[in-house]
C-alpha cells in the first residue's frame, strides 16, 4: 500500500477509537471516493494522527477545505500514548497540528469542527486560525435506561407516558420513505429540504453495510408517521443524525418517546449519546430538558483570500456551508 488512503483504510479498519465522522467508508458516502484526502502523521512507521479533508470549489472562484454534509465533527485525529503526561500531550498536539497546519493543500478558506474530546485549539491561532464555540447536547452514560429516564425533566416524562398509550415506535423506514417524510414534514412548514436524495442513500446505505446506522419513526393506529429519526453510532458515542417530526402531531409525545426510544436501542453498543447540538433557543431548551449536559466544541476557520474576506465583511457571514 502507498497512498495515504490507503494506509487510511488499514488505519480505521483497526482503530475502533475513531469517530464515525471521519471513518473511511463515511468519507465516501458523504464526500464521494474521489472528492476527499487525508494527511497522516507518522511515526517508526505507525500512524499517530491523521486529517481527513474535503477540497471542493465554491462560487467557481474559491478553492476550500469545507466540512462534508451531515458530518458535525470534522478534522484532526491523535492517538496519544496511555499515560502520556499533560504537558508531553500539549507538545505533541502542537507537532502534530502545525505539521498538518502546514502540509494541507493551498486554499483560499478553510473550516473544520473540533470534535469536542478534544480542546486545545491553540496551535490554530498561532496560524492565524479563528474560532467560533459552538455547543451541542450529551447523555454521557446511557447503560441504564432507567437512570437516564428518571434523569429528564417533568415534562419529557410526561410527553412520553402520554406518547406510550397510543404511539408505536418501530425500525428500518427505507431511505426512500425517509426522505419522502422528511421532505414532506419540512413542506408542511413552508421549508424547503436541503439535501438531495442521492446523497442521503449513499449514507444510509453505508451506516446500514457497516452496522452504524438505523431509522426509527413513531407510527399511530391509523398509520400515521408522527416523526422519524436517523441514527449513527461509533464505539465511543451515538448521534440524532436527522430528525424529522410532522408538526401537525406536535403534541402527540412522538418526538420525546422517539428519542428515548433511540437511546435504549444504541445503549449496549456505545458509551453516550449525542443530541446533536443547535445554537437554536427553542431546539436547545428541548434537549436540555432530556437531561443532557452542554459540551462547547470548536468551529474553527482560515481565510486568505482578500475578495472572500471583503464578502464576509460585507455579508456579516463567516462560513461557508458545502
Known amino acids: ?101 502546514e502540509n494541507l493543500p493551498r486554499t483560499d478558506y478553510i473550516q473544520l469542527t473540533y470534535h469536542y474530546s478534544f480542546s486545545n485549539w491553540l496551535p490554530f491561532f498561532w496560524k492565524g486560525f479563528k474560532q467560533t464555540t459552538l455547543y451541542t447536547y450529551l447523555l454521557d452514560s446511557i447503560s441504564d435506561s ?60 453505508a451506516a446500514y453495510l457497516n452496522e452504524s446506522g438505523r431509522t426509527l419513526y413513531a407510527i399511530d393506529e391509523f398509520n400515521n408517521i408522527h416523526g422519524a429519526l436517523f441514527i449513527v453510532w461509533d464505539n465511543n458515542s451515538a448521534y440524532n443524525l436527522i430528525s424529522s417530526f410532522d408538526p401537525y402531531f406536535k403534541n402527540s409525545g412522538a418526538s420525546s418517546l422517539l428519542v428515548f426510544a433511540a437511546i435504549k436501542f444504541v445503549a449496549d453498543k456505545t458509551l453516550r449519546f449525542d443530541m446533536e447540538g443547535s445554537m437554536n433557543e427553542n431546539v436547545e431548551n428541548s434537549f436540555r430538558q432530556f437531561g443532557a449536559l452542554q459540551t462547547p466544541y470548536f468551529y474553527i476557520t482560515r481565510t486568505t483570500n482578500l475578495l472572500l474576506k471583503f464578502y464576509f465583511l460585507i455579508s456579516g457571514n463567516s462560513k461557508i456551508t458545502e
Open 1 to 101: 500500500m502507498n497512498s495515504n488512503k490507503e494506509k487510511y483504510k488499514t488505519f480505521c479498519d483497526s482503530n475502533v477509537s475513531l469517530p464515525i465522522f471521519v471513518k473511511y467508508w463515511w468519507l465516501n458516502a458523504v464526500a464521494g471516493n474521489d472528492n476527499w484526502d487525508v494527511l497522516l502523521y507518522i511515526v517508526d512507521k505507525k500512524i499517530i494522527a491523521s486529517y481527513p479533508y474535503y477540497l471542493k470549489k465554491k462560487m467557481l472562484l474559491f478553492k476550500i477545505l469545507t466540512i462534508p454534509r451531515f458530518t458535525p465533527f470534522f478534522g484532526p485525529y491523535i492517538v496519544f500514548p496511555e499515560n502520556i503526561k499533560h504537558s508531553e500531550k500539549l507538545s505533541l498536539e502542537k507537532k502534530v497540528l502545525f505539521y498538518f497546519i
Open 146 to 205: 432507567k437512570v437516564v429516564f428518571e434523569n429528564f425533566d417533568y415534562s419529557k416524562k410526561k410527553q412520553i407516558k402520554k406518547a406510550e398509550k397510543s404511539i408505536k415506535i418501530h425500525f428500518d423506514l427505507s431511505a426512500e420513505d425517509f426522505y419522502a417524510n422528511h421532505n414532506l414534514t419540512l413542506t408542511k412548514q413552508n421549508k424547503n429540504i436541503s439535501y438531495d436524495f442521492k446523497l442521503f442513500k449513499r449514507i444510509y446505505d
